[in-house]
């Protein structure tokens, strides 16, 4: 299967805008595009999502797996995109509780946001990981191979990146204005592609938040890696699930607090270039 990669050329994902400089010269640049997407479960409106407007399937299919609304006992029939409406309705074989706890739970508080935070820690009860063994040469290949992959990003900043590699190989990478959203793309990809997970890692540029480990896990992918920093939060889930979380990857740096016993260090630091503050991307902000 070919990978797939984020398409900076495509002109529905940003346009040009005139403005100054701090020398109040005229300066022209890329802005990211920003709109909303509806989610809909069958006859069930879940959520409206500000995305950037690609691969709406995967993120749709993605965000109802990652929030434990659909299950691997789910077949999904159907998805329906209208590009006019800014609608995605993901349609099964059958009902699903989910529907029907939502629609309660939103008529009597005005609310359901707990309801699902809830189900989602619940399915990290019971969780066991593969504990696939990863090179540490692999961390220093991947970040070299998407800090130089073209991307929105580096035409526009404003946006989060995820990757899912295999070795030091990237199968998929997608980009979004939240790193929640390009992690929903990448498990709806999965999913559409019937990709399993024991063995791959998933790349971030964002933080490593509670969300983001809670969304790995379930994913049943053991090793997440960012550049960007930890909460605590997010190092105590992953330490409850055995999940390896590396974060601060810069240079030849890198920083693991969950999970060491899945890495082998293979890589002779001396033949990794340090990151100078110059080189870093943009991709590093949060």
């Known amino acids: 299967m070919a990978a797939i990669f984020p398409n900076p050329n495509d002109p529905k994902l940003s346009r040009r805008l005139q403005g100054i400089d701090e020398r109040g010269h005229p300066y022209e640049t890329s802005v990211i595009e920003e709109r909303p997407l509806t989610i809909y479960l069958n006859r069930q409106e879940i959520v409206t999502a500000m995305t950037i407007g690609d691969y709406p399937e995967y993120l749709a299919l993605g965000f109802l797996l990652n929030q434990g609304m659909l299950g691997a006992a789910d077949r999904v029939t159907a998805i329906d995109f209208d590009p006019e409406l800014e609608v995605v309705v993901v349609r099964t074989a059958g009902p699903t509780d989910v529907e029907d706890k939502l629609e309660k739970k939103t008529r009597t508080s005005g609310c359901a946001v707990g309801t699902v935070f809830g189900d989602m820690m619940a399915g990290l009860d019971g969780l066991v990981l593969a504990q696939t063994a990863v090179k540490t040469s692999s961390f220093y290949d991947l970040s070299y191979k998407i800090n130089h992959t073209p991307s929105l ?36 990809w999965m999913r559409m592609n019937d990709i399993s997970a024991h063995d791959k890692v998933l790349y971030t540029t964002g933080r490593l938040t509670s969300e983001m480990v809670i969304k790995t896990a379930l994913m049943g992918i ?65």
């Open 222 to 286: 053991p090793t997440l890696i960012s550049r960007s920093g930890f909460t605590a939060w997010g190092v105590d889930i992953a330490r409850q699930v055995g999940l390896t979380l590396v974060g601060r990857m810069r240079g030849r740096k890198f920083t693991c607090l969950s999970g060491q016993q899945r890495l082998e260090f293979d890589q002779d630091l001396d033949q990794v270039a340090d990151e100078s503050r110059g080189m870093r991307r943009k991709g590093a902000e949060s």
């Open 153 to 188: 990003y580096m035409e526009t900043g404003a946006i989060h990146g995820t990757a899912l590699c295999q070795g030091s190989e990237v199968l998929a990478y997608m980009e979004d204005v939240g790193r929640h959203n390009a992690v929903d793309k990448i498990a709806g």
